[in-house]
């Protein structure tokens, strides 16, 4: 099956729709995959047979050719084979809690489910299928993260529900593509503590401090065609990025700068109204970006 298939079939089967994503496609495509295979866990001849994460994201990279870093691996484990395990279409397979050879495996008639023809058969494995998913109800990993962000054709993370973490998806998903040539995410933060997204050899690379004192930005925003770097606050209650602020954001963006990265500053609001109501707080030297009006840039130009 391909990526758009299995994501099809995903719909049929009513998966939450936050996890239907091309990492989950691919999840799913490397635990259904018999090819023998070196380096699994011993007694096991395909990914098939029993999959570590790191399994899977070696799949990822060297089968399908898509680039996925080893520290996106919690973002497979908890957007994609979490709910996966809770709907019951993935067996976990662990002995203690941190047991470093916990593997995954699929459930049997979901296996079957992926080399099945049109039919009476498939139509059946289908409704079981279904039917086992309502048993089961929505997912606690759908219950507990609400804002799926797609932080690249492969990579989806999960946030907690809000809506700063929902402006943030916009900045990441809208903005993002609009301003910046092929942008990764560096950083995502996350209303829920110690939740957030870093992509750390990203930020070693470009002398980005990992632990800080001082608050970190809601987004940073990387383009290494460009040679851009773009640091976003997300304001819906708290405030936008006013002169002490710009001060703190500069300093903590000291290393790229040093490295001749072009470093932008952007508070970035849900509407207009919002905007005003911060209006006389904003930093000369940032911009403003409203979501509501996704391709228009507001720049506040010291002369």
């Known amino acids: 099956m391909t990526i758009d298939e299995i994501k099809e079939l995903l719909r049929e089967l009513g998966f939450p729709a936050a996890f239907i994503s091309d990492q989950t496609a691919l999840t799913l495509l490397a635990l259904s995959d018999r090819q023998p295979r070196q380096k699994l866990l011993p007694g096991h001849a395909s990914l098939a047979e029993g999959a570590r994460v790191h399994d899977i994201l070696t799949f990822v990279r060297e ?20 709910p996966l395990v809770e709907v019951g279409w993935v067996v976990r397979h662990q002995l203690s809690t941190n047991d470093p050879n916990t593997y995954y495996t699929l459930n049997g008639e979901l296996a079957r489910l992926f080399t099945a023809q049109t039919g009476p058969d498939r139509d059946r494995l289908v409704e079981r299928l279904r039917l086992h998913t309502r048993r089961a109800g929505r997912p606690k990993a759908a219950r507990r993260i609400e804002v799926a962000v797609q932080l690249s054709p492969d990579l989806t993370f999960g946030l907690s529900a809000g809506a700063h973490n929902e402006l943030e998806k916009a900045v990441v998903e809208v903005l993002a593509p609009a301003v910046l040539a092929d ?24 002398n980005l401090p990992i632990d800080v004192k001082a608050p970190l930005p809601d987004v940073v925003l990387y383009s290494e065609a460009d040679s851009r770097l773009m640091v976003v606050e997300a304001v819906t209650s708290g405030g936008p990025i006013t002169a002490n602020r710009l001060a703190q954001l500069r300093e903590f963006a000291r290393g790229p700068i040093r490295l001749g ?25 940032s911009s403003v970006w409203v979501a509501d009006e996704p391709y228009n840039l507001i720049h506040f130009v010291s002369l």
Do not use: C, H
């Not at 996106?72 to 908890?78: A, I, L, Q, V």
């Not at 996350?190 to 939740?195: E, I, L, M």
């Open 261 to 285: 990265i072009r470093v932008e500053y952007l508070t970035a609001f849900p509407g207009r109204k919002d905007l005003r109501r911060f209006l006389e707080e904003i930093a000369w030297g």
């Open 63 to 82: 089968d399908m050719r898509r680039r996925v870093a080893e520290n996106t691996r919690e973002s497979y484990r908890k957007t994609s084979l979490r």
């Open 183 to 206: 942008p990764s995410v560096v950083y995502l933060g996350d209303t829920a503590p110690r939740s957030g997204f870093q992509d750390r050899a990203v930020m070693r690379r470009l």
